[in-house]
């Protein structure tokens, strides 16, 4: 039997759930239409760099090396659009891989709501290890 409360609260959940897919969908067509954003990345990052020259091969983006940079750009993939905004860590990726060629679906795949969360929690650890291992190794 369902009663007027638990109905109201499925309704609420179910809003909200509803609201959180229309920001995510208005916010990927957006970033779609943007396409001028120059991807900063750091290249002496041996593994950033082999990643970064993989997507160099196949797609059309202006890539820019940001090891001299403020640490705040070691830290995460960012993307730069001249008009100030800027996009970091999985949404970076996210606006890299569908601009891409072959790498469209993951995009795609990683701006769903449940699998983006899980991605940014995945490269806030991952992000973390390389810039310690790069700040450690730089200074050798």
Not at 33 to 39: A, I, Y
Not at 69 to 78: F, G, Q, S
Not at 86 to 101: K, Q
Request: charge should be positive; proline fraction near 1%; hydrophobic fraction near 40%.
């Amino acid at each position: 039997k369902i009663t007027y409360h638990s109905h109201r609260s499925r309704s609420r959940c179910f809003n909200l759930f509803c609201s959180l897919v229309c920001v995510c969908i208005f916010r990927n067509c957006y970033l779609k239409m943007k396409m001028d954003g120059k991807v900063l990345f750091n290249e002496k990052c041996g593994i950033c760099n082999f990643e970064i020259q993989h997507y160099k091969k196949r797609s059309s983006l202006e890539f820019s090396d940001c090891s001299q940079m403020d640490d705040k750009y070691l830290k995460k993939l960012h993307v730069i659009f001249p008009d100030g905004e800027e996009l970091d860590g999985i949404d970076a990726f996210i606006y890299v891989w569908t601009r891409t060629n072959g790498y469209h679906w993951l995009g795609k795949l990683i701006s769903l709501p449940i699998v983006k969360q899980l991605a940014v929690f995945a490269y806030s650890i991952l992000a973390f290890m390389l810039y310690w291992r790069f700040k450690l190794f730089r200074n050798i």
